[in-house]
């Protein structure tokens, strides 16, 4: 359950971000890679991504 909260927060602060610098670099590739599987969406189409409620899991397997 914790390492899904801090997944879900990881998920959070990317959303919240201004810009893509803003999210810390050794996030970066955990959030590409569970864009990519999950959903159609480009790397920094926040509110795309957002629409995917299914984005958690793939964010499970990394230790943000």
């Known amino acids: ?10 998920l ?3 959303v919240s971000a201004q810009t ?3 999210i ?4 970066q590739p955990c959030i590409l890679d569970a864009v990519a ?5 480009g790397s920094t189409d926040y509110k795309c991504i957002c ?3 299914s984005i958690r899991h ?3 397997n990394y230790n943000i």
Not at 24 to 27: E, G, K, R, S, T
């Open 37 to 41: 599987e999950v959903t159609n969406c």
């Open 51 to 53: 629409t995917f409620n």
């Open 20 to 22: 893509w610098e803003d």
């Open 58 to 60: 793939p964010l499970r």
């Open 1 to 10: 359950m914790q390492f899904t909260l801090a997944a879900l927060a990881t």
């Open 24 to 27: 810390p670099a050794c996030a």
């Open 12 to 14: 959070v602060a990317a």
